[in-house]
């Protein structure tokens, strides 16, 4: 059995400017981390007939072409492995439909096991690029290129997408105890609703195409944003990087009326009030996690649960995604 493992991730700064809509004609820049929950992948060949397929739901298919899907049915048509008894089963540390990049983690882990099935080697650009082929020009799904890349890749990392395609990826340049402290003061809770990116994604989408300047400005003010962001942490100021978390959520909240609600305001502020310096939902907003920096996490931990908020402690991956 090949087991592969891949991390989910959070954004530090800059999200949303890794849609093509908006880096093709601009430029985009996105400071991500690589988290220690995973998407784990299997895959063997059994004795059976058939091939079969398990994650939320359960396929017994005899053709690539019948397989309902869809990452899973074009991956498998661009690796070549059509084997009649190939068996491949999901599972996550958690749910897909949360903002952590879930999609871009299983198209990654499940690419790493095919090519281990094949016995090929896959370096992680590459690995990257052909699960966003699959997400964005195959599936035509309206999604960025952050998920794949900092999937692949792992770390704290810098993403500079290019006009042309291109993704220049650069390791965060801060010290072991700088990076240690940021990782410590970050606080994740559960806002316990699930929503497809997609949803919330295509609104931006589609007033990028058509060169919204509103979205347009939002978007540059965003992508500016992450790179003051990447510079706050490289030089240690992590109180302003907290800072420039809660401008982002004020100009992330702009784009659209799906990215909060009252609900997410209110427990924002209420984080605000005890400790947080800034925060926001993560991903593409509407639901999932809420991230918050701080620097007084016992306080602000105490208020969080006793909303009943649910917290999943951080740590950082450096390992990207991998076969176990």
């Not at 070549?80 to 008894?85: A, D, L, R, S, W």
Request: aromatic residues 8%; contains cysteine; glycine residues 10%.
């Amino acid at each position: 059995m090949i087991i592969g493992r891949s991390p989910l991730r959070i954004s530090l700064g800059g999200g949303g400017t890794d849609l093509p809509s908006y880096y093709e004609k601009h430029g985009g820049f996105v400071l991500s981390a690589a988290i220690t929950q995973y998407v784990y992948v299997t895959c063997q060949l059994t004795p059976l007939k058939e091939m079969l397929f398990r994650y939320s739901q359960i396929e017994r298919v005899k053709t690539v072409d019948e397989i309902r899907h869809p990452i899973i049915r074009e991956a498998l048509k661009l690796t070549g492995v059509m084997n009649p008894n190939l068996e491949i089963t999901s599972i996550a540390d958690i749910p897909a439909g949360t903002g952590l990049g879930s999609s871009g983690s299983f198209t990654t882990c499940l690419l790493k096991v095919l090519h281990k099935q094949k016995r090929h080697f896959i370096h992680p650009r590459e690995l990257a690029e052909m699960a966003c082929h699959i997400e964005l020009n195959l599936l035509k799904e309206p999604i960025g290129k952050q998920d794949q890349y900092i999937a692949a890749f792992g770390g704290v990392t810098a993403f500079d997408f290019r006009q042309n395609g291109h993704v220049d990826a650069t390791p965060l340049s801060a010290s072991d105890e700088i990076i240690d402290l940021l990782e410590d003061n970050l606080v994740m809770v559960s806002t316990g609703v699930y929503r497809a990116a997609s949803m919330v994604l295509k609104e931006q989408d589609d007033k990028s195409k058509s060169n919204d300047q509103t979205m347009i400005d939002n978007l540059h003010y965003v992508r500016d944003l992450g790179y003051r962001s990447r510079e706050a942490i490289e030089r240690g100021n992590l109180a302003h990087f907290g800072e420039l978390m809660h401008e982002h959520w004020l100009h992330k909240k702009k784009r659209s009326a799906l990215m909060s609600n009252a609900e997410i305001d209110r427990w924002y502020e209420l984080a605000r009030q005890n400790g947080a310096i800034g925060g926001k939902v993560i991903g593409a907003g509407g639901g999932g996690f809420i991230l918050f920096y701080t620097e007084e996490k016992a306080k602000l931990r105490a208020a969080l649960k006793r909303e009943g908020l649910m917290e999943i402690k951080l740590g950082f991956d450096y390992e990207g995604t991998k076969i176990i």
